[in-house]
């Protein structure tokens, strides 16, 4: 059985730790890494892309395209809260764009959706946003060869 000091104490902990990240992080990049959506990995998508980044977090993206434009799209990392919330942002905007309109997406766009990241964190909107051009421009280069 479990003593009721240390039930205690992981509650204690566990409340600061909720006050700390309300304290540094904005309410969607909480909701959007405590619950993202779109996280997994594609079977058979038309365009992937993998990249880690500065802070050795790895982010890859997996997209699906009809008509012209992005139907589904999923992101999986190894990174930490704030590349989950990029992730997971970043497929929500990019779903129905055209691969054009979401290679034009920036950092800076990535980073009004989630409502902003303290400067030790702007790389995780980067890793996401280079993730996708990559997976784009890999999409780009296997049309050409058709």
């Not at 909480?30 to 779109?38: L, M």
């Not at 990535?110 to 280079?130: I, N, S």
Request: aromatic share 6%.
């Amino acid at each position: 059985m479990i003593d009721d000091d240390f039930v205690k104490m992981v509650k204690e902990l566990q409340k600061k730790i909720e006050y700390e990240e309300e304290a540094t992080y904005s309410k969607t990049v909480i909701q959007e890494y405590r619950n993202p959506t779109n996280f997994g990995v594609l079977d058979h998508p038309d365009m992937m892309g993998k990249v880690k980044g500065s802070c050795n977090d790895t982010m890859k993206i997996t997209l699906k395209v009809e008509h012209g434009k992005i139907s589904d799209a999923r992101f999986w990392t190894d990174g930490c809260g704030a590349t989950i919330a990029c992730g997971s942002m970043l497929m929500k905007v990019v779903k129905g764009k055209t691969t054009e309109d979401a290679r034009n997406i920036s950092k800076d766009d990535l980073l009004r959706a989630v409502d902003g990241l303290p400067k030790e964190h702007l790389h995780c909107a980067k890793l996401a946003v280079d993730t996708l051009r990559k997976a784009i421009k890999d999409y780009h280069k296997k049309e050409e060869i058709k």
